[in-house]
Nanobody, 122 residues
Framework: QVQLAESGGGLVQAGDSLTLSCAVS????????MAWFRQAPGKEQKFVAA????????YFGDSVKGRFTISRDNAKNTVDLQMKSLKPEDTAVYHC???????????????WGQGTQVTVSS
């Protein structure tokens, strides 16, 4: 069974940087496209970023373009989300997800982590 575990969340100030990491176990990592989604309290889940199985292609949500990058290490079975110039509106629980296809839609991802909290103070 595929398991995902996020780490790296925390409390930061606006303008700071933070890197989230997601470790994947239980199956061949490079079979899966990987994505990050986030959900703020009282709001619907939103797409943040996704990366292809090889790492050659990536998508980003409009609100994070130019500030966030996504990368993966297929040897270490990890995917990272590097976040820069953080804003209070980035505050959310961030979940990583694994799926067969590179999309921006949460319904296409089969496996999910428990999430890690990111709080950005103003």
């Amino acid at each position: 069974q595929v398991q995902l575990a996020e780490s790296g969340g925390g409390l930061v100030q606006a303008g700071d940087s933070l890197t989230l990491s997601c470790a994947v176990s239980g199956d061949t990592f490079n079979k899966y496209a990987m994505a990050w989604f986030r959900q703020a309290p009282g709001k619907e889940q939103k797409f943040v970023a996704a990366i292809s199985r090889s790492g050659s292609e990536a998508y980003f949500g409009d609100s994070v373009k130019g500030r966030f990058t996504i990368s993966r290490d297929n040897a270490k079975n990890t995917v990272d989300l590097q976040m820069k110039s953080l804003k209070p509106e980035d505050t959310a629980v961030y979940h990583c997800a694994a799926g067969r296809y590179l999309t921006i839609y949460s319904t296409t991802y089969d496996y999910w982590g428990q999430g890690t909290q990111v709080t950005v103070s103003s």
